[in-house]
């Protein structure tokens, strides 16, 4: 098997950096916040065995890719051209598409604009929200929700703010959010999504007395080496375009995922408790669901926590193709 390599591509006038294995059928990974290619170490070389080129780039604001100055560079049809770009770039006509957090909803995007190209998709942790006419606008919403508390998503839009914080100390901020968020946390340790003004984001969730079984200090050194010299302000700005987003594609309404799709996420992932709804429309809003998990006692980072359960589930889907 071809071993683990590293390039850079131009895509969509940014240059984005890539991580790549095997020979095959294209199959591209997305990764979410605050990650970055290495999100999918366990399932590159799992995937490359089983017969497929897998791609994991650094997202646009992320890792070694680049990180455009302007907050409106950073919505979602941005980062949709990003990988229609990466998928041309390789020389490629189809690929399939597979996305965790954030990255679960560039791939739904990928494959509701670009079903010519896309013609598979897996979400990890983050199901599709399907959009409808009565909705509010994402921040109103949010705000409504969070009532007299704070709601992450909300506590992030402000530029600056909640940049400064995580980047204070790399380090704290990433042991509390993969330990906190993860199915290893107990439950008066898991991360909260609302918080008391009172509070700041580094207050939503617990310090890891030990690092979880899935994460060694060799992997939390190489993110924190990522943030510590990118800072997170990539990262939030896709945050900070969620109302953009909303404002450029009402004409998703009512819109069905139709391609062939897998759905895993976490039993305990606080993810599902905040879009239960639309995690419980699944079978409506994409139509060719071939399966939808929740692993049980798994939180958020599903992909990493339960390595091999998922890239069982990718190869299998993958294979029924």
């Given at each position: 098997m071809d071993a683990l390599r590293h390039r850079f591509i131009d895509t969509n006038g940014i240059r984005m950096h890539i991580a790549e294995q095997g020979?095959?059928?294209?199959v591209v990974l997305c990764h979410g916040f605050p990650e970055?290619?290495?999100?999918?170490?366990y399932q590159l070389p799992a995937l490359a065995r089983a017969g497929y080129h897998v791609v994991a780039p650094d997202?646009?604001?992320?890792?070694?890719?680049?990180?455009?100055e302007a907050i409106e560079a950073y919505h979602v049809l941005q980062l949709v051209g990003d990988i229609v770009g990466l998928v041309q770039a390789l020389g490629e006509e189809r690929a399939i598409i597979a996305g965790h957090d954030w990255g679960a909803v560039v791939a739904w995007y990928c494959a509701l604009l670009r079903p010519?190209?896309?013609?598979?998709?897996?979400?990890?942790?983050?199901?599709?929200?399907?959009?409808?006419?009565?909705?509010?606008?994402?921040?109103?919403?949010?705000?409504?929700?969070?009532?007299?508390?704070?709601f992450y998503q909300l506590y992030f839009q402000e530029p600056g703010k909640a940049d400064a914080e995580l980047a204070a100390d790399v380090r704290k901020t990433l042991?509390?959010?993969?330990?906190?968020?993860?199915?290893?946390?107990?439950?008066?340790?898991?991360?909260?999504?609302?918080?008391?003004?009172?509070?700041?984001?580094?207050?939503?969730?617990?310090?890891?007395?030990?690092?979880?079984?899935?994460?060694?200090?060799?992997?939390l050194n190489v993110f924190i080496q990522e943030f510590e010299r990118t800072g997170?302000?990539?990262g939030l700005n896709w945050?900070?375009?969620?109302?953009?987003?909303?404002?450029?594609?009402?004409?998703?309404c009512g819109a069905n995922v139709q391609q062939p799709a897998l759905f895993v996420a976490g039993e305990v992932d606080t993810v599902i408790t905040i879009y239960r709804e639309a995690f419980n429309?699944?079978?409506?809003?994409?139509?060719?669901?071939?399966?939808?998990?929740?692993?049980?006692?798994?939180?958020?980072?599903?992909?990493?926590?339960?390595?091999?359960?998922?890239n069982q589930l990718l190869i299998e889907f993958l294979a029924s193709l």
């Open positions: 020979e095959g059928p294209l970055c290619w290495y999100s999918w170490r997202q646009r604001g992320y890792g070694q890719t680049d990180q455009p010519d190209m896309f013609q598979a998709l897996t979400l990890l942790s983050v199901p599709y929200i399907r959009r409808a006419w009565t909705d509010r606008r994402p921040t109103d919403a949010m705000k409504l929700m969070a009532g007299e508390q704070q042991s509390m959010l993969f330990f906190s968020a993860s199915g290893e946390a107990p439950p008066g340790q898991r991360r909260r999504f609302l918080f008391d003004k009172s509070e700041t984001f580094l207050d939503i969730g617990a310090q890891p007395d030990v690092l979880p079984a899935w994460l060694s200090e060799a992997d997170f302000r990539g945050y900070r375009n969620i109302d953009r987003t909303w404002e450029l594609t009402p004409f998703l429309a699944l079978e409506t809003t994409m139509p060719n669901l071939r399966q939808k998990l929740l692993l049980p006692g798994a939180g958020h980072w599903i992909q990493q926590e339960r390595a091999s359960e998922v």
